[in-house]
């Protein structure tokens, strides 16, 4: 059985393509905003649990656990 982990790993400041690359972002509020190129983006930690542990201990060692108890597949 495994068990994976995803956690929000904080915020990433991405510099947008060019003006008229709107992301899904309406273009009068990406017009507003013409003087920054830069978007926040949330970044997540995708891991694989080493092994599974019980719910009272993972309560007991904190969450989102610890690197020592993950394997890291990737960030998104």
Same mark, same amino acid.
């Given at each position: 059985?495994?068990?994976?982990?995803?956690?929000?790993?904080?915020? $990433?400041?991405?510099?947008?393509?060019?003006?008229?690359?709107?992301?899904?972002?309406?273009?009068?509020?990406?017009?507003?905003?013409?003087?920054?190129?830069?978007?926040?983006?949330?970044?997540?930690?995708?891991?694989?649990?080493? $092994?599974?542990?019980?719910?009272?201990?993972?309560?007991?060692?904190? %969450?989102?656990?610890?690197?020592?108890?993950?394997?890291? %597949?990737?960030? %998104?």
């Amino acid at each position: 059985m495994y068990m994976f982990e995803l956690c929000l790993n904080g915020e $990433k400041t991405v510099k947008s393509g060019n003006e008229t690359d709107t992301n899904g972002v309406d273009s009068d509020n990406n017009n507003n905003n013409n003087n920054s190129n830069n978007n926040m983006m949330d970044v997540f930690r995708w891991s694989l649990c080493k $092994k599974p542990l019980p719910q009272t201990l993972m309560c007991s060692i904190g %969450i989102p656990l610890p690197p020592v108890h993950l394997k890291l %597949i990737g960030s %998104i």
